[in-house]
T-cell receptor
Framework: NAGVTQTPKFQVLKTGQSMTLQCAQD?????MYWYRQDPGMGLRLIYY???????DKGEVPNGYNVSRLNKREFSLRLESAAPSQTSVYFC??????????????FGSGTQLSVL | RKEVEQDPGPFNVPEGATVAFNCTYS??????FFWYRQDCRKEPKLLMS???SGNEDGRFTAQLNRASQYISLLIRDSKLSDSATYLC???????????FGKGTRLSVIA
């Protein structure tokens, strides 16, 4: 049972380059999330998708776009990478957003460096 | 006031010690509360939910104080393998995503 799979695990970009982080879950979850984690800042929500066909901004959406391709897949795109986007990115999923006892399952993370 | 606040630590304790972390939350309408554990360079994983009556899982005890709006995590007989960052997580309002604290780092020392 793979759970939440995100790719790539590591990526180095030059300023201005674009890239897409891929995420897929096999738990038939409705909700999917993208977080970034920086030292001393904790997990910050970038975007989320409460259901297939919907996406919403989180705390730090600027510089990112997302696509909920289908129920399984939720991608995060950096159109023009900046050094401030150097971070560890986590994808997560849950059965439903905001429900009592909602439990999040995380992918193993992507370490992104923007030079 | 931040929605969820935790003492960042680090808490450095010897093996066998008892250690407790607190977490305060600002939204009195929050319904669900959790502790997640995150090992260095790994993804967060659910440690335990926190129920109104308090709950225990082996050496771990979680409690909720709604009147004072805080939750706590008590670890008894600390093991080296308990070294990690412990994240306090709380529901926000309506159908909105969970809110994470910044985490409390624990180091258990031999």
């Amino acid at each position: 049972n793979a759970g939440v799979t995100q790719t790539p695990k590591f990526q180095v970009l030059k300023t201005g380059q674009s890239m897409t982080l891929q995420c897929a879950q096999d738990m038939n979850h409705n909700s999917m999330y993208w977080y970034r984690q920086d030292p001393g800042m904790g997990l910050r929500l970038i975007y989320y998708s409460a259901s297939e066909g919907t996406t919403d901004k989180g705390e730090v959406p600027n510089g990112y776009n997302v696509s909920r391709l289908n129920k399984r897949e939720f991608s995060l795109r950096l159109e023009s990478a900046a050094p401030s986007q150097t971070s560890v990115y986590f994808c997560a999923s849950s059965e439903a957003t905001g429900t009592v006892n909602e439990k999040l399952f995380f992918g193993s993370g992507t370490q992104l460096s923007v030079l | 006031r931040k929605e969820v606040e935790q003492d960042p630590g680090p808490f450095n304790v010897p093996e066998g010690a008892t250690v407790a972390f607190n977490c305060t939350y600002s939204n009195s309408a929050s319904q669900s509360f959790f502790w997640y554990r995150q090992d260095c360079r790994k993804e967060p994983k659910l440690l335990m939910s926190v129920y109104s009556s308090g709950n225990e899982d082996g050496r771990f005890t979680a409690q909720l104080n709604r009147a004072s709006q805080y939750i706590s995590l008590l670890i008894r007989d600390s093991k080296l393998s308990d070294s990690a960052t412990y994240l306090c997580v709380v529901t926000s309002s309506g159908n909105t995503p969970l809110v994470f604290g910044k985490g409390t780092r624990l180091s258990v020392i031999a």
